[in-house]
């Protein structure tokens, strides 16, 4: 009886030391929704001493709980509740928990277990697990925000492009025109159907038959706009030219567009 004993306690001492250590918060509740029990994580990631959490239901309105949309995450909808009431594990549940120690909201990732006792049908306990992801979140929004920042520069970019009254295109860090607006078309008589992005104005013959590669060089290469003017032959511009017959006098201008970290993002000609 003494060793089972003994090794029972170790066994004990093992899944305390395993529940008390690991880096995702555990909470367990009773069949009232109450909680009973609580690892030093959960107590860090809900920013709450032992003696707070312990006691609480989901039903506090102090948890001010939120789901990914921001709308508010009813009590009675918690993973820990609707395994209570179903019988059925909730794996997966994405919730915003204010943390009071930190005044912010701290995202988990949550799953819930119902718990049986031995002869009740119906759960007597319920265990839930959750990481903290808020980190993974604010990224995610990061990255949201910098997709809308793009796309809003890049309607910005159309708009005054297609609006202006003077001919203009734009083009990637390869030198491929991504963009032209109608008064380039209308200037070079460029057919509607011609596939303009095989361009590449780095490959245009014009600029090193008139000794004016430098000017390229400067835009794309050392980031600075230019100013030039040349005489421009439509079938001197390259291995893929734009097979059109027109000649023409350009006074332009091209200006790089750089990013934050200083990267070419794109060229704009006028």
């Not at 009232?32 to 959960?42: D, F, K, L, P, Y």
């Not at 159907?193 to 400067?218: A, P």
């Not at 794309?220 to 079938?235: A, C």
């Amino acid at each position: 009886m003494g060793k089972k004993t003994s090794k029972l306690s170790e066994t004990e001492l093992r899944y305390k030391y395993l529940f008390e250590s690991m880096p995702q918060g555990v909470v367990y509740q009773d069949k009232t929704g109450a909680i009973i029990e609580a690892n030093a994580a959960a107590l860090k990631i809900l920013g709450l001493t032992y003696d707070q959490l312990c006691g609480k239901t989901s039903y506090d309105s102090n948890w001010k709980a939120i789901k990914e949309d921001g709308s508010d995450f009813l009590g009675e909808t918690h993973p820990s509740i609707e395994a209570l009431k179903t019988g059925f594990p909730v794996k997966d549940t994405i919730m915003g928990v204010f943390n009071a120690k930190e005044n912010n909201y701290r995202w988990i990732q949550i799953n819930a277990f119902p718990i049986f006792g031995d002869t009740s049908k119906k759960p007597t306990q319920v265990f839930t697990t959750f990481d903290d992801i808020t980190e993974r979140k604010e990224a995610e929004q990061k990255l949201k925000e910098n997709e809308l920042k793009y796309i809003n520069q890049v309607n910005f970019l159309d708009s005054i492009i297609e609006n202006s009254p003077f001919a203009m295109w734009i083009a990637d860090p390869n030198g491929y025109l991504v963009r032209v607006n109608q008064v380039l078309r209308d200037t070079l008589e460029i057919p509607a159907d011609m596939d303009i992005t095989k361009y590449n104005i780095l490959e245009d013959e014009n600029f090193s038959n008139q000794g004016l590669t430098y000017i390229l060089d400067d835009v794309f290469k050392n980031h600075k706009s230019s100013r030039f003017e040349m005489f421009w032959l439509g079938s001197e511009t390259g291995e893929d030219n734009l097979s059109i017959p027109k000649k023409l006098w350009v006074f332009g201008s091209m200006y790089p567009i750089i990013d934050q970290s200083g990267k070419l993002i794109n060229v704009i000609f006028q």
